[in-house]
């Protein structure tokens, strides 16, 4: 079973071995090992059980780094990196031969970024190799944001998990693909969309289609079906919407274990859902405490319930990763 502790020698120590070591990060915490190391890069892919396909996050501890493990980085990187670094925001740049193709998939990029947790910045400046880091959750499940969660997962594959307390932020980073003509957002995180298009002073374009499994070019994150809990979530816009559905599947009541429902700031007034059980995300309605709270509130549904009936958060700033988040993890209500 993993240690969870807060030494950093440990933690390198471990790295330097070509172990995975679990990492926190402000975002979520990430299933960390040397970029550099085709070996150690297998053992995450392998921990995790996710497609080679599926290319990593290199986290690095200054811009200056960059120079050495991306090429032809536009002018804007260097900016974005300026403002929001370091910060949830990940950029895809042309990778240098330095970094393995196991890094990236076989893809001629990579992405990059500065976490901003004080421990893993610490430990970064003690490495002389980056760490390629993914999310510290099986693959196609929730992302964990507490040490604890990495350890309910993983902890019998991996050495040490360095504890950073709960995350900051509770969702991923943004992903902005920088190595085309024009910027393109491929995943909404914690730098809202609305923050980076301000700061571009142009609308970002987004990817036409979600990737499907086993196609090298696109990420986990982009997948259909991702970030899912271990029971099924059905996902409604609005609440007449749930409020019909439920109309329609009385029998759930009669369930011995009920469903429960996710909600963003109020709970359902409904006959039905009366005596059900409803996880409010924040209730005074706001969104990076919704953000901060929902993966932890999905690992805890997920062990006590059979069935999540979750609700769309309003579709601004932050709320959009959420409600990414959400939808990815959802399945179609059945009727
Ligand atoms: O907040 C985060 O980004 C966390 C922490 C640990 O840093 N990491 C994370 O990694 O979420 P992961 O592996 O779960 O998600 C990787 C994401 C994919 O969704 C994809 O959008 C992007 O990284 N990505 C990585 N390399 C890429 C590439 N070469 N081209 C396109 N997208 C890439
Ligand atoms: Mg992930």
Request: charged content about 20%.
């Amino acid at each position: 079973m993993a240690i969870i502790g807060t030494s950093i020698q440990e933690a390198g120590a471990w790295l330097r071995d070509g172990w995975p070591v679990g990492i926190p990060t402000e975002t979520v915490y990430g299933l960390a090992a040397n970029a550099c190391d085709r070996e150690a890069l297998l053992r995450v892919f392998e921990t995790k059980g996710r497609p080679l396909t599926d290319p990593l996050i290199v986290h690095l501890a200054s811009q200056e780094e960059l120079n050495r493990y991306a090429v032809d980085v536009p002018d804007t990187a260097y900016a974005l990196l300026e403002a929001f670094s370091p910060g949830p925001l990940t950029l895809i740049l042309p990778k240098a031969s330095i970094l393995p193709d196991e890094v990236s998939a076989g893809l001629k990029t990579a992405g990059f970024r500065i976490p901003r947790h004080p421990l893993t910045l610490e430990l970064l400046r003690s490495l002389d190799f980056p760490l390629a880091a993914p999310s510290a959750n099986l693959f196609g499940r929730t992302s964990p944001t507490t040490a604890d969660h990495v350890a309910d997962q993983l902890g019998e594959q991996i050495p040490y998990i360095l504890d950073g307390g709960p995350c900051q932020i509770g969702v991923e980073s943004t992903v902005l693909d920088l190595s085309g003509r024009e910027p393109i957002l491929l995943r909404e995180g914690g730098l809202t969309a609305e923050t980076l298009e301000a700061f571009l002073g142009k609308a970002l374009q987004r990817p036409h289609r979600p990737a499907q499994v086993g196609q090298a070019q696109r990420a986990p994150g982009t997948l259909a079906h991702h970030y899912a809990p271990s029971v099924p979530l059905y996902l409604f816009s609005d609440d007449q919407e749930l409020v019909d559905w439920l109309l329609q599947n009385k029998r759930l009541t009669l369930q011995t274990k009920p469903p429960t429902l996710l909600r963003f700031d109020k709970t359902l007034l409904d006959s039905t859902t009366q005596h059900w059980h409803q996880e409010i995300l924040s209730s005074s309605g706001s969104l990076s405490e919704a953000a901060h709270r929902l993966f932890g509130a999905l690992r805890r549904l997920e062990k006590e319930y059979s069935l999540i009936l979750a609700q769309k958060v309003p579709n601004t700033g932050l709320g959009a990763a959420i409600n990414d988040r959400l939808l990815r993890a959802s399945l179609k209500p059945l009727h």
